[in-house]
């Protein structure tokens, strides 16, 4: 087995290599960069996806009780009026004096400038929405805002869901998208950015029922983590205090992930109450209440909300699965120990040679099979072992060695990237095998002998 370097990863290796490999890369990276923007790269964007996907898959996908949506990022401006974002929804801002810094007052932990220990000016509330204008007159009547969360997009159409799925409390609306936010001070790379995305549950429930809710999804939305391979030991909840809800809480659990910058917030769960419907049926005028057939009685729902961050949880996913090991020859390796379910590249098909006599079955029919199913790379660049390494880099959980064997016995190779175990299978049932350990189910069963992986005989 390889042997693990009991070393935590840092931000600084994680951004090298996100941009070595194409997971990250530098906003306008050309014109010296923007700013805490950051692009998604070709390996990136696939593992963000799968992110995305694992996290509808659950969520929507998986459960009778709730549906998705994909509402507008530019809204009707009283909505975040009515939302209290207009008036609330600011951090306070504090200058040095000396080095002219910016710092958010409530990250200090004294009352001088943590760079140079200079006197800082009083805080002042900066409000963190960003502002744009529709239409060609830039005036106050077309100001509008780039949406600084989603939830308030799933408020807006509780109705409309409502009478047009029949789904009656307890249920939930799903969503998947952007959202930005001026933050005075952004940073530890894609950790706090101006635009980011987020994944959001509002679960809409008769009020009295939100207490048990609320403890279902803080054990549901920790689990999912778990389930993708996140080590227990790196996850931990914090019920936040009475003094720090935010002005509609009447409750909130964060979960936090021990990222290389220390433990941080990586999703909130809010009990929202009644606030937002309250606040929307109000200012609309709209009948926000559900009408309960059974009991003959109208209330407007409370509201339990899981809400994560994408791009936070792509990064904890990467800071995670990052180990450097020694292999069985002493070499060391990077490795990322994705599970296989968000690996950007699921299988890497690699024959041993260049030599056109594994051409055809290597690329033309093995290749050409398994990339109608899985995310694949085709690899035939110098020698194995460096391929090998490059595939355990960017965290391929599979490569299959296709050799001058295989043109007589019909069998390649399978190599498990966290053992690097090798196992050899029909081509015939390579795409099943594969089909169920990129799913999870065979993944550290690597038997020798007979079996080479579950529900299928040698
Ligand atoms: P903080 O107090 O750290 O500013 P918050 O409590 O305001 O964050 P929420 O409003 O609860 O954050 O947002 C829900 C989730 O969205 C967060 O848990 C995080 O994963 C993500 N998120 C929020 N702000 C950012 C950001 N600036 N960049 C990246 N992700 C973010």
Redesign the pocket.
């Given at each position: 087995m390889p042997k693990a370097i009991p070393e935590k990863v840092t931000m600084e290796k994680l951004v090298s290599l996100c941009k070595r490999r194409g997971f990250v890369f530098q906003s306008s990276e050309i014109y010296g960069g923007l700013g805490s923007c950051w692009d998604y790269g070709p390996l990136g964007v696939e593992l963000k996806n799968n992110v995305k996907a694992a996290w509808w898959q659950a969520n929507v996908r998986e459960r009778d009780d709730m549906v998705g949506l994909d509402s507008a990022i530019l809204m009707h401006p009283q909505i975040w009026k009515s939302s209290g974002h207009v008036d609330t929804f600011t951090?306070p801002l504090v200058d040095c004096k000396s080095c002219k810094q910016r710092f958010r007052a409530d990250h200090l932990k004294g009352s001088t400038c943590p760079e140079c220990g200079g006197e800082l000016t009083e805080a002042r509330m900066f409000n963190l929405m960003f502002k744009t204008f529709m239409g060609p007159v830039e005036d106050a009547a077309a100001q509008v805002y780039l949406r600084p969360?989603t939830a308030q997009g799933i408020f807006v159409n509780f109705q409309n869901v409502l009478t047009s799925t029949r789904k009656k409390p307890p249920f939930g609306i799903a969503q998947i998208g952007k959202?930005f936010?001026n933050?005075i001070t952004?940073g530890n790379f894609?950790?706090?950015?101006?635009e980011?995305e987020?994944m959001?549950i509002e679960y809409f429930v008769k009020p009295g029922a939100d207490g048990e809710r609320f403890e279902h999804w803080v054990k549901e939305r920790f689990n999912w983590y778990i389930r993708l391979g996140i080590k227990p030991e790196n996850l931990r909840l914090r019920p936040h205090e009475k003094a720090e809800l935010?002005h509609y809480a009447r409750g909130c659990t964060?979960i936090e992930y021990l990222f290389p910058i220390g433990w941080?917030?990586?999703?909130?769960i809010?009990n929202r109450g009644d606030f937002d419907l309250t606040q929307h049926a109000k200012h609309s005028g709209q009948n926000l209440s559900y009408f309960e057939e059974q009991t003959k009685e109208s209330y407007i729902p409370y509201v339990i909300e899981p809400?994560?961050?994408a791009?936070?949880?792509t990064l904890a996913f990467l800071a995670d699965a990052y180990a450097e090991e020694l292999d069985e020859k002493g070499d060391l390796r990077v490795v990322l120990h994705f599970h296989p379910k968000l690996a950007p590249i699921k299988v890497a098909v690699l024959p041993l040679s260049r030599k056109d006599t594994l051409m055809p079955l290597a690329h033309d029919r093995i290749y050409a099979e398994l990339r109608q199913d899985f995310m694949v790379q085709y690899d035939d660049a110098q020698s194995i072992g460096k391929r090998y390494r490059r595939q355990d880099e960017i965290g391929t959980p599979f490569c299959v060695t296709i050799d001058f064997q295989s043109l007589e016995d019909n069998k390649v190779t399978i190599r498990d990237r966290d053992s690097q175990k090798q196992i050899r299978v029909p081509m015939s049932e390579l795409k099943k095998c594969l089909g169920a350990k990129v799913a999870g189910e065979a993944f550290d069963v690597l038997p020798a002998g007979g079996q080479y992986c579950l529900g299928f005989d040698g």
């Amino acid at each position: 087995m390889p042997k693990a370097i009991p070393e935590k990863v840092t931000m600084e290796k994680l951004v090298s290599l996100c941009k070595r490999r194409g997971f990250v890369f530098q906003s306008s990276e050309i014109y010296g960069g923007l700013g805490s923007c950051w692009d998604y790269g070709p390996l990136g964007v696939e593992l963000k996806n799968n992110v995305k996907a694992a996290w509808w898959q659950a969520n929507v996908r998986e459960r009778d009780d709730m549906v998705g949506l994909d509402s507008a990022i530019l809204m009707h401006p009283q909505i975040w009026k009515s939302s209290g974002h207009v008036d609330t929804f600011t951090d306070p801002l504090v200058d040095c004096k000396s080095c002219k810094q910016r710092f958010r007052a409530d990250h200090l932990k004294g009352s001088t400038c943590p760079e140079c220990g200079g006197e800082l000016t009083e805080a002042r509330m900066f409000n963190l929405m960003f502002k744009t204008f529709m239409g060609p007159v830039e005036d106050a009547a077309a100001q509008v805002y780039l949406r600084p969360e989603t939830a308030q997009g799933i408020f807006v159409n509780f109705q409309n869901v409502l009478t047009s799925t029949r789904k009656k409390p307890p249920f939930g609306i799903a969503q998947i998208g952007k959202a930005f936010r001026n933050e005075i001070t952004p940073g530890n790379f894609t950790f706090r950015t101006r635009e980011f995305e987020q994944m959001e549950i509002e679960y809409f429930v008769k009020p009295g029922a939100d207490g048990e809710r609320f403890e279902h999804w803080v054990k549901e939305r920790f689990n999912w983590y778990i389930r993708l391979g996140i080590k227990p030991e790196n996850l931990r909840l914090r019920p936040h205090e009475k003094a720090e809800l935010a002005h509609y809480a009447r409750g909130c659990t964060d979960i936090e992930y021990l990222f290389p910058i220390g433990w941080s917030e990586l999703e909130g769960i809010a009990n929202r109450g009644d606030f937002d419907l309250t606040q929307h049926a109000k200012h609309s005028g709209q009948n926000l209440s559900y009408f309960e057939e059974q009991t003959k009685e109208s209330y407007i729902p409370y509201v339990i909300e899981p809400s994560a961050g994408a791009d936070r949880a792509t990064l904890a996913f990467l800071a995670d699965a990052y180990a450097e090991e020694l292999d069985e020859k002493g070499d060391l390796r990077v490795v990322l120990h994705f599970h296989p379910k968000l690996a950007p590249i699921k299988v890497a098909v690699l024959p041993l040679s260049r030599k056109d006599t594994l051409m055809p079955l290597a690329h033309d029919r093995i290749y050409a099979e398994l990339r109608q199913d899985f995310m694949v790379q085709y690899d035939d660049a110098q020698s194995i072992g460096k391929r090998y390494r490059r595939q355990d880099e960017i965290g391929t959980p599979f490569c299959v060695t296709i050799d001058f064997q295989s043109l007589e016995d019909n069998k390649v190779t399978i190599r498990d990237r966290d053992s690097q175990k090798q196992i050899r299978v029909p081509m015939s049932e390579l795409k099943k095998c594969l089909g169920a350990k990129v799913a999870g189910e065979a993944f550290d069963v690597l038997p020798a002998g007979g079996q080479y992986c579950l529900g299928f005989d040698g």
